[in-house]
């Protein structure tokens, strides 16, 4: 079996190929992307196991440009009260990701996808 990541998967067309390249890097074995949400300099990335935010040039960021969170560690998504930014905790820390006025309806359903599979609601 090969060890390279699934590519080329529908839910990953949003990506551009600089991030889909960031991703593929990060991707475990037989991890592959389930949702992808644009968000203002960077995308919001859902795997089977993790979430993870990507950073437009995140090859020129290599401690931030590629952040991810396992799902089953505590992580905490929402939209936040202004409704344009997804506000992400775990570890203590907090990341904000802003979102515009298009792209709110894909970030609202890529929060809602992440709390049901952390937390079994919508």
Same mark, same amino acid.
């Given at each position: 079996?090969?060890? $390279?990541?699934?590519?080329?998967?529908?839910?990953?067309?949003?990506?551009?190929?600089?991030?889909?390249? !960031?991703?593929? *890097?990060?991707?475990?074995?037989?991890?592959?992307? !389930?949702?992808?949400?644009? !968000?203002? %300099?960077?995308?919001?990335?859902? $795997?089977?196991?993790?979430?993870?935010?990507?950073?437009?040039?995140?090859?020129?960021?290599?401690? $931030?440009?590629?952040?991810?969170?396992?799902? !089953?560690?505590?992580? &905490?998504?929402?939209?936040?009260?202004?409704?344009?930014?997804?506000?992400?905790?775990?570890? %203590?820390?907090?990341?904000?990701?802003?979102?515009?006025?298009?792209?709110? &309806?894909?970030?609202? &359903?890529?929060? *809602?996808?992440?709390?049901?599979?952390?937390?079994?609601? %919508?």
């Amino acid at each position: 079996m090969s060890s $390279t990541p699934r590519r080329g998967r529908s839910a990953d067309h949003a990506l551009s190929e600089a991030a889909r390249e !960031a991703i593929w *890097a990060v991707l475990e074995r037989a991890e592959s992307v !389930a949702f992808v949400a644009p !968000a203002v %300099g960077s995308s919001l990335v859902l $795997t089977q196991h993790r979430l993870i935010v990507v950073r437009d040039g995140a090859s020129f960021r290599p401690k $931030t440009g590629v952040r991810s969170f396992e799902l !089953a560690s505590g992580v &905490a998504i929402r939209i936040g009260p202004a409704r344009r930014r997804v506000i992400i905790e775990s570890g %203590g820390k907090t990341i904000n990701v802003f979102v515009r006025s298009d792209q709110l &309806a894909q970030a609202e &359903a890529f929060v *809602a996808e992440v709390r049901h599979r952390i937390y079994g609601e %919508g």
